[in-house]
DNA sequence: CGGTTCCTTGAGGATGATCAACGAGGGTGG
DNA sequence: CCACCCTCGTTGATCATCCTCAAGGAACCG
């Protein structure tokens, strides 16, 4: 949880709830509120002139999103969705500013929130950029994963979500998967995915 | 220029000359330092398993690199070499945190800086996912373009660092490049490239 | 039970990677 | 001043891989 709740009612926050599918903002929009997940899920994606999309990222309960943009008065870079049926509370952008000002804990939480979203944008490009469809798929599903070690778990992304945020196409995930769990990579269960 | 130089020489920084191709800090290191530029360049970048390099960016004159570990207590994702000869002012890490602390302007445009690269990276891997040689080139081009608006610059970069960069490999940015040429979206003069 | 949404498979084509040479320029030392 | 070396740029041929297009099939939900 990134800041309190009670904290941004005070300072006249106000909850949404977004429908699956519905639009939070748009790419090129600008940037008016602080953003944060009280409970469901959102995703950040861009999509081509081909209507092909990729997504920038996943966000779920407790965490922000949208951020970079108010500090810095630049439009968004990409578009945010509800993933779910999603609650949000939603705070103006001179409002954040100012509580960044009063509490330097609150600011300090932020630069790490910002430095370990670098951090794992470092890590993804790398990952990307590494051509072979099993290593890209295989990058994704460790930063998705709940328990980090341990036993397989449920992958609950369809093909084609995989397809968006690897850059692939759905076939093309469809078959790197069948041949990775021949390989014993993962495991497939009833059309089902478990790494 | 992010921190003042006398403040950092006050808290015991130390400045240190980098030779073209040193290596300042390596790829799964860990980070102990603040790095600011004095003069120069830097490149980060990471190497996989057969030589190829991905290029994360380029860094330089009062820029710093490699910060994000400092905050998180992570290792770093990317190997900073001297691209050019470089003179450096290196602070401990303690020391850095505690300026933070006690400067909480400085804290600030760290946020802000956090927050731009955050930015850059989201529009760089929308870019480079677009498939396309051209496509992530122009991108490429873009971002180290000096004067925003105006006429065509020379590029300083060699076909091999375009590719670093790109994710391509040198023969597909040579070939790109001179489809570009006669395409009139770039101009090749005497090997040197003009955007 | 009908309609979505998601998954799957095959065939064919496009494109970037790979491999192998060679060319061109710039700097250095004899 | 010239020969040599080293880095960078260039080209062609071939290959592997992923994309595209097309057509169904399976699962899920109201």
Known sequence: MLIDLDLLYTWGAVAKEYKKGEIIFEEEGIANFYYQI??????????NDKGKEFTQ??????QSFGEPPLFIDERYPSTAM???????????????IRILDEYPSIQKQFLNLMARRIYSKA???KDIINQNPAFRII??????????????ELITYTRQEIANFTGLRVETVIRALSRMNTEKKIEIKNHKIYY
Do not use: P
């Open 139 to 152: 990058a994704f599903f460790n930063t998705s994963k709940k328990n980090k070690e341990g036993e397989k």
């Open 38 to 47: 009280i409970d469901g899920c959102v995703k950040m994606f861009n999509t």
């Open 123 to 125: 890590k993804t490009s």
């Open 57 to 62: 990222g996943y966000f779920f309960n407790g």
């Open 82 to 96: 509800a993933f779910h049926d999603t609650t949000i509370i939603k705070l103006s952008k001179d409002k954040l």
